[in-house]
């Protein structure tokens, strides 16, 4: 499965012992819930975790209890000694106050045990110890209570704060003062006249997100629906943050609440009749609202997707098979951080990379009548902060992750190449022991070479690796550094098609941002004002590179200043890759000093830190320096973790360096996967480790046939060091075979090189070429004084 499930809680294992144990001493058996034990269920999930239920006894009595999330312990909070059927309960932080709202039972025969005329009874009980009760509201219509649980160090608070949705489309906030009597006994104060305000009204549509104290609702204004969200604080204060038009249809007639605990009163069996509205957020400042219209057809389902921090919005249209394959169920939409899950139990699983949905071909989609589409709970789920899972119908609460095992078992059985892309950053996207997926991203690469056409597999490993490496560390890397290799992607996936559209950005409310917000309205302010191409690219690197090159071939050289500040740079990037492989290396890389290598490196260090420093104001310029380090020395060494693994899986030996010897098969493959390193990071314009050129040049040597090594030189795939030359010269004899070897790859040296490597040969051939050499110098000084 896709997902991996781990059950934080469960009703029937947690709770359900207990109860029965407690029932046990008191005399009365099991049997206070062994014929009501299907009233047990969740009513709520507060912010801090704890777990509020409700069952009844065989008397037909509503017990409510609490259970802690840390102690993992129960806690009887109350209990009304009347045959209600439970709408809603919120519980304080203190656990001092709880909020109930009740109906009258429908069992047939019951008198009315509400107050005459009202349908819907809300309560405020004061149960630390149990005490006073209050109505709050005896209306003739639902009411959905909540209270707001601050995250302040204050405690206990001497203000609590209660919301109630109601049915009739308003939701107001009550202010519930309380004192301390008799030790630590806890009352309302001014119970008679509890201050209250109105907080919004005519909404169609509500959701609390309980962990950052958040209400989304929606307004209908001439028929368009108006997103708007409210922050509650630690005091009473509340703000309205923002407005934003949605493109959806919702009926004026409607009415629909997100995550305000359960209820039995809603008809699970016929979600696929409503559409379905959710909002998602998560720490990096995304904004995403999750939207999917009633089903009208069996033969396809729509679902669309705002991504308010991105600017622009996709809807999908899933083909849902053969005509009698029929949805029983609702579309589910999951919160799982940096992604967004889209779930249709028996038909597919959309997986939606919610930091980069640009191109399809970053998001999974999985379809077909297998376990890959039937990994979840088939009853309705509520989705909460934190990767959590809530289903209603077991009372299980699950924690939800990408399961890597699965997702690497995908990635080695995938055929087609957007899902090869697709899996490998949902892999990559799972930090938790890193060193281990890529040593089995490496695996799968070695064997799959040359598998994928539409990219090339080492490039994107090497750039979207880098990227999670620092993603981390700030939140808006994702705009400034490369997630991808492929910028563009054509190819249709099979069973879903797609329509993108820009969207109106929010309203902002407010001029002061903080925490969450400050980072959503950076992202909309990315959104209006990018640059167009704000992600770094090498292209600077490439011409500075070029040019000083070219100054040392023609002996110029710039200021030894700025040259020794690049090769420093270089210096801190190798000595913090050294820092993370404490091991001995099997291949014989950093033997020797590369400095055009070195060059590579320094001057990336320096134009990378330059860009960051641009864009990440706010942020001290040695933090900005070291993730500058990390980011490129992170890449040299995914390069070094290739070629290990390479290197031990063909079992090679640092005397490959000879070339007096014949190369063997095993040898022929690292030669291979070196060539495809090559050409991976020459079209980016990434560093390769220092000694890479020359231990690929020994080994082209000992491998290829001269023609084929001279073609490989001459169109620059091989790289003519000097080391390699060095030892070339050395270890070869003066056999006709090596002497014709040895003048080919003498006239292709640069002249600095070339007179040095002359040199060295003791041979008439190279004495000739050193005295044309000296006759060419004489001529062209003659020349100059003339």
């Not at 630390?128 to 209270?147: G, R």
């Not at 960051?612 to 040299?636: A, F, N, P």
Request: charged share 25%.
């Amino acid at each position: 499965m896709a997902l991996r499930l781990a059950a934080d809680f469960d009703l029937r294992k947690d709770v359900l012992p207990g109860l029965r144990a407690a029932a046990g001493a008191r005399g009365g058996g099991a049997g206070i819930l062994e014929n009501n034990y299907e009233s047990l269920r969740v009513l709520n999930v507060e912010r801090n975790g704890n777990i509020i239920y409700t069952y009844k006894d065989d008397k037909g009595n509503v017990f409510f209890g609490l259970f802690d999330c840390h102690t993992r312990q129960n806690e009887h909070l109350y209990t009304f000694e009347k045959d209600l059927q439970v709408v809603s309960c919120s519980v304080n932080r203190e656990r001092t106050l709880l909020a109930a709202s009740l109906v009258q039972s429908t069992k047939e025969g019951r008198r009315n045990e509400l107050q005459p005329g009202s349908k819907c009874l809300t309560l405020l009980v004061e149960i630390h110890p149990v005490n006073n009760v209050k109505v709050l509201k005896a209306v003739d219509s639902y009411i959905w209570v909540q209270f707001l649980h601050p995250h302040v160090e204050s405690n206990p608070l001497p203000e609590n704060h209660l919301l109630l949705i109601s049915e009739e489309k308003y939701i107001e906030q009550f202010h519930i003062q309380v004192i301390q009597e008799d030790g630590n006994g806890v009352v309302i104060k001014n119970s008679g006249r509890l201050p209250r305000e109105r907080v919004a009204e005519d909404f169609v549509w509500a959701q609390w997100d309980t962990s950052e104290q958040r209400l989304y609702y929606v307004e209908l204004k001439k028929s368009r629906s108006i997103l708007k969200c409210i922050q509650f604080y630690a005091d009473e204060n509340f703000n309205l943050m923002f407005e934003a038009p949605l493109d959806i249809a919702l009926s004026d007639s409607g009415f629909n609440l997100v995550n305000f605990g359960c209820t039995d009163l809603q008809d699970q069996e016929k979600f696929s009749e409503h559409p379905t509205l959710c909002v998602f957020t998560n720490h990096t400042g995304s904004l995403c609202v999750c939207y999917s219209p009633k089903l009208d057809s069996w033969e396809q389902i729509t679902y669309s997707v705002f991504y308010f921090h991105k600017g622009h919005s996709k809807t999908f249209t899933a083909a849902l098979g053969s005509a009698d394959s029929r949805v029983t169920k609702g579309i589910t939409f999951l919160n799982l951080d940096y992604f967004v899950a889209v779930y249709l139990p028996g038909h597919f699983f959309h997986l939606l990379n919610i930091q980069h949905p640009d191109l399809v071909c970053h998001s999974l989609f999985l379809t077909g009548n297998n376990e890959v589409v039937d990994m979840l709970p088939h009853g309705p789920l509520q989705s909460l902060s934190g990767s959590l899972i809530l289903d209603w119908c077991s009372g299980r609460l699950y924690r939800a992750d990408l399961n890597r095992s699965y997702l690497l078992e995908f990635l080695w059985d995938a055929r087609l190449d957007w899902e090869k892309m697709a899996v490998l950053h949902c892999v990559l996207s799972c930090r938790q022991d890193t060193r281990f997926l890529e040593a089995k991203i490496i695996q799968w690469i070695s064997e799959n070479i040359s598998a994928c056409h539409s990219f090339d597999l080492i490039q994107e490993f090497i750039i979207a690796s880098s990227y999670w490496s620092i993603y981390p560390e700030t939140g808006n890397m994702d705009k400034l550094l490369p997630y991808s290799s492929v910028l563009t992607w054509n190819t249709e996936i099979p069973g879903i098609t797609l329509v993108t559209e820009e969207i109106a950005l929010p309203l902002m409310r407010v001029h002061s941002f903080k925490g969450y917000w400050e980072k959503l309205h950076s992202n909309l302010e990315y959104v209006k004002y990018s640059e167009p191409h704000s992600h770094y690219s090498n292209s600077v690197v490439r011409r500075e590179w070029h040019s000083l090159i070219s100054e040392e071939k023609t002996g110029k050289r710039r200021s030894m200043a700025y040259v020794r500040n690049i090769l420093d740079n270089a210096i801190k990037v190798i000595s913090k890759l050294e820092a993370r492989h404490l091991e001995p290396r099997l291949t014989p890389l950093f033997q020797e000093e590369d400095n055009h290598q070195r060059l590579l490196v320094g001057l990336m260090v320096s134009e990378l830190k330059d860009h960051l420093l641009r864009h990440l104001r706010g942020v001290e310029k040695k933090r900005i320096e070291q993730m500058v380090l990390d980011y490129i020395s992170k890449q040299l060494d995914l390069i070094c973790q290739i070629l290990e693994a390479s290197w031990r899986k063909h079992n090679l030996h640092p005397w490959i360096f000879h070339f007096n010897r014949r190369a063997s098969a095993a040898e022929f493959a690292v030669f291979h996967i070196m060539t495809r390193i090559l050409e991976a990071t020459h079209s980016l314009f990434l560093p390769l480790p220092p000694g890479f050129h020359t231990l690929h040049t020994v080994l082209g040597v000992r491998c290829l046939p001269l023609h084929n090594l001279l073609h490989y030189i001459d169109n620059g795939v091989l790289l003519l060091t000097e080391t390699a030359v060095t030892r070339l010269m050395k270890d070869l004899d003066n056999t006709e075979k090596s002497e014709k070897l040895k003048f080919s790859i003498i006239v292709r040296l640069p002249p600095l090189i070339g007179q040095k490597i002359c040199r060295l040969w003791d041979h008439p051939m190279s004495s000739n070429i050193i005295s044309r050499n000296h006759v060419k110098r004489l001529l062209q000084d003659y020349k100059k004084q003339l």
